[in-house]
């Protein structure tokens, strides 16, 4: 016995109708997944972004705050302190503090010896009961180093109208004072805050931490002077 097979006539419209949400519902699918990866490159794009420019401010300063010129090696190495009318009126003295506590000792700008006409001559570290010039200091233990109070005197400096002497400013050791000087005080006129420095004291952190108190910082000291530095 056969079986007849029964065609059943296809209606293009009804095969249209549902084909067409098929379509539409594809055609979603792949627009969705489209939207999503626009977004993901638009956020990956925006995160390149931040993080280039994090990364950029990071190494690179904004030239609005770089200084005019760089930085000495004294700014760099050294803190700054000074003191103001020093026992007399206009007797201005730096310290250059190091972070291994040796304090550098010189005249600041404001220094009563550079208003004079013809500016510093003459410098003698014969003051005392003893020339600093002579001092030998050696080994570890800074043997010989002569122990000084901020008012001990350091030398004398002349000028073509008065002398004036120069002091520790702080309590410690003596270690070695600029014999340079000696043969070329006119450094002390063109360079006193390099070359022209007069002495190096170590002090002690308890003796440092009392000295401080009497000392100001650069920002202090160009406020009370008036300076622009």
């Given at each position: 016995?056969?079986?007849?097979?029964?065609?059943?006539?296809?209606?293009?419209?009804?095969?249209?109708?549902?084909?067409?949400?098929?379509?539409?519902?594809?055609?979603?699918?792949?627009?969705?997944?489209?939207?999503?990866?626009?977004?993901?490159?638009?956020?990956?794009?925006?995160?390149?972004?931040?993080?280039?420019?994090?990364?950029?401010?990071?190494?690179?300063?904004?030239?609005?705050?770089?200084?005019?010129s760089p930085p000495s090696a004294t700014q760099v190495n050294f803190v700054t302190y000074f003191i103001t009318d020093f026992t007399k009126s206009g007797?201005?003295?730096?310290?250059?503090?190091?972070?291994?506590?040796?304090?550098?000792?010189?005249?600041?700008?404001?220094?009563?010896?550079?208003?004079?006409?013809?500016?510093?001559?003459?410098?003698?570290?014969?003051?005392?009961?003893?020339?600093?010039?002579?001092?030998?200091?050696?080994?570890?233990?800074?043997?010989?180093?002569?122990?000084?109070?901020?008012?001990?005197?350091?030398?004398?400096?002349?000028?073509?109208?008065?002398?004036?002497?120069?002091?520790?400013?702080?309590?410690?050791?003596?270690?070695?004072?600029?014999?340079?000087?000696?043969?070329?005080?006119?450094?002390?006129?063109?360079?006193?805050?390099?070359?022209?420095?007069?002495?190096?004291?170590?002090?002690?952190?308890?003796?440092?931490?009392?000295?401080?108190?009497?000392?100001?910082?650069?920002?202090?000291?160009?406020?009370?002077?008036?300076?622009?530095?």
């Open positions: 016995m056969e079986i007849q097979k029964i065609e059943v006539a296809k209606n293009p419209e009804i095969e249209d109708a549902i084909e067409l949400p098929k379509k539409r519902s594809h055609d979603e699918v792949e627009d969705c997944e489209e939207q999503q990866q626009q977004q993901e490159a638009q956020e990956d794009e925006k995160n390149r972004v931040e993080e280039e420019d994090e990364l950029r401010n990071l190494l690179l300063s904004d030239i609005g705050d770089l200084p005019i007797h201005d003295q730096y310290i250059y503090r190091h972070a291994n506590g040796l304090c550098v000792i010189g005249l600041a700008p404001t220094h009563i010896a550079f208003k004079d006409e013809g500016g510093i001559t003459n410098i003698d570290f014969n003051v005392g009961k003893s020339d600093r010039s002579v001092l030998k200091v050696s080994g570890k233990r800074k043997k010989n180093a002569l122990r000084s109070e901020s008012n001990t005197a350091l030398c004398k400096v002349s000028t073509a109208k008065d002398t004036y002497i120069v002091r520790c400013c702080v309590k410690g050791s003596l270690l070695e004072v600029n014999d340079r000087l000696i043969k070329q005080p006119q450094l002390l006129n063109a360079s006193a805050d390099r070359e022209g420095y007069i002495a190096i004291i170590m002090p002690r952190p308890t003796d440092w931490t009392k000295n401080k108190e009497s000392l100001i910082t650069l920002e202090e000291y160009k406020e009370k002077k008036e300076l622009s530095l």
